[in-house]
């Protein structure tokens, strides 16, 4: 169900993690896919593979949740169509997690 539609700007989004980011002040989980913590083994690559990934491109993001820490939770599509986060499952720096995802991002494994 989509709750809200929202555009994301690098311009002021921050990446917080591999699978989280930060636009003034609020962070966003990303739907779907789960990422190591930036200090956890495969964190730092995971963080600066979201980065280049998304590079300045507008990431177009349709709120799907609220997780229990109070993020919305995103999914999130580049000007060109793709799935950032399906590109982070399928460099490696990231998994699908079927406990929210259904398994939509097992095929990008």
Known sequence: ??????????????????????LDG???????????ERDEPG???ATRALRQIIGRDRLTCDVLDVDRYGRPVVHCTLPDGSDPSCTL??????QDWPKYSGGHYAACE
């Open 1 to 22: 169900m989509n709750l809200l539609s929202l555009i994301l700007t690098l311009t002021g989004a921050l990446v917080v993690d591999g699978d989280t980011l930060k």
């Open 26 to 36: 609020q962070r966003y989980r990303l739907w779907g896919i789960d990422a190591p």
């Open 43 to 45: 964190g730092p690559a």
């Open 89 to 94: 499952v399928s460099q490696g720096h990231a």
